[in-house]
């Protein structure tokens, strides 16, 4: 439901005046900066008085951190991994980023703007570009067991078709 609302507010982005470069300005003041922000005030002082009580919540499944800084230092590199009920500001942020030339290109029939080569075919390319970028993150950085391989760029292409065919329809 939470995507579903934030999906139906972002029809209400002005695709045709500001573009894309304002909209993903406007999700990284309203997603990536407070998820940072929720990362150093909530998550990791959860995680650090939370060790004795959870396995997870320590750096190495095993051993408590008596020092605060001490814990910062070793739990930061792995934090991506321990993300807890945050994992929905990137995760959105990431969706918007995907989904944001099928809006422009939505709100450009939704206006009844006719098919224009160029500018249409600029939001095709910028989709292709995006999901193009996307597969550089989905491929090397997820390495445990060859994820990123295994499920995530399937998916990926998976993904690209079916935008493809909202494209067509």
């Known amino acids: 439901m939470f995507f579903y609302i934030s999906g139906m507010g972002s029809?209400?982005?002005?695709?045709?005046?500001?573009?894309f470069f304002l909209f993903t300005w406007n999700?990284?003041?309203r997603l990536l900066i407070p998820f940072v922000i929720a990362i150093f005030v909530f998550l990791i002082p959860r995680l650090y008085f939370g060790q004795p009580y959870e396995e997870w919540c320590r750096y190495d499944k095993k051993t408590e951190v008596g020092d605060y800084w001490e814990f910062n230092k070793l739990i930061i590199p792995?934090?991506?991994?321990?993300l807890s009920w945050l994992w929905y500001l990137p995760a959105l942020f990431i969706d918007c980023?995907?989904?944001?030339?099928l809006l422009a290109w939505s709100v450009r029939r939704s206006q009844k703007i006719?098919?224009?080569?160029?500018?249409d075919g600029n939001i095709v390319f910028l989709?292709?570009?995006i999901l193009v970028a996307w597969c550089y993150p989905a491929f090397?950085?997820?390495t445990d067991d060859d994820y990123g391989q295994r499920f995530l760029l399937p998916s990926i292409l998976t993904l690209a078709i079916i935008i493809m065919l909202f494209y067509v329809v």
Do not use: C, H, V
């Open 11 to 19: 029809t209400f982005f002005n695709t045709e005046g500001k573009g």
């Open 27 to 29: 999700k990284i003041t």
């Open 78 to 82: 792995g934090i991506m991994s321990r």
């Open 97 to 101: 980023m995907i989904t944001y030339p």
């Open 114 to 119: 006719p098919f224009n080569g160029r500018d």
């Open 127 to 129: 989709q292709l570009g």
């Open 140 to 142: 090397y950085l997820d």
